[in-house]
């Protein structure tokens, strides 16, 4: 499947306006401050979106994958999770150069609001350059999420 990042949310819920509009701000930082150029598809480009429904982006071209898409409010959908009643979304980054944003947007996204857990076929040791990164542009100590896979083994 490749290089992917997981996350998952109870059935039918929206993150708060206040918690989503901090998570947006902190989304937008961390594009700006990318060295790559960061659309809203790969081969879109126009600007990203972190607004009041939905962050969505991906790197351009070759510097992108699959695109990162977060609504703030889940739909009930039809897939193999509901039976543990949650939604489950990823993102298979294949190691590109967005992935240190991505892990950094999930970082925050588990931060702000506990309720999303997240997984990822990497390690947490290999987060950390992200959390660095993340933390020097944010200005404030950005911890790997305890990844969902971690906590079973």
């Given at each position: 499947?490749?290089?992917t990042h997981y996350w998952y949310r109870p059935?039918?819920?929206e993150i708060d306006q206040p918690t989503?509009?901090?998570i947006c701000e902190d989304a937008r930082t961390l594009i700006?401050?990318?060295t790559y150029r960061v659309v809203l598809?790969?081969?879109l480009p126009i600007s990203p979106r972190t607004d009041k429904d939905l962050i969505r982006f991906n790197g351009l071209g070759d510097l992108g994958h699959e695109t990162f898409y977060l609504p703030?409010?889940?739909e009930p959908q039809v897939d193999w999770r509901l039976d543990k009643r949650e939604v489950f979304a990823f993102c298979k980054t294949a190691y590109k150069p967005y992935d240190e944003l991505v892990c950094a947007v999930l970082a925050v996204i588990a931060e702000?609001?506990?309720a999303v857990k997240v997984s990822s076929d990497g390690q947490a040791v290999e987060w950390e350059p992200a959390m660095q990164w993340a933390s020097e542009k944010l200005g404030r100590r950005i911890e790997v999420p305890k990844?969902?896979?971690e906590e079973i083994e």
């Open positions: 499947m490749g290089y059935i039918k819920t989503w509009d901090a700006a401050a990318t598809d790969y081969d703030r409010v889940t702000r609001c506990p990844l969902r896979h």
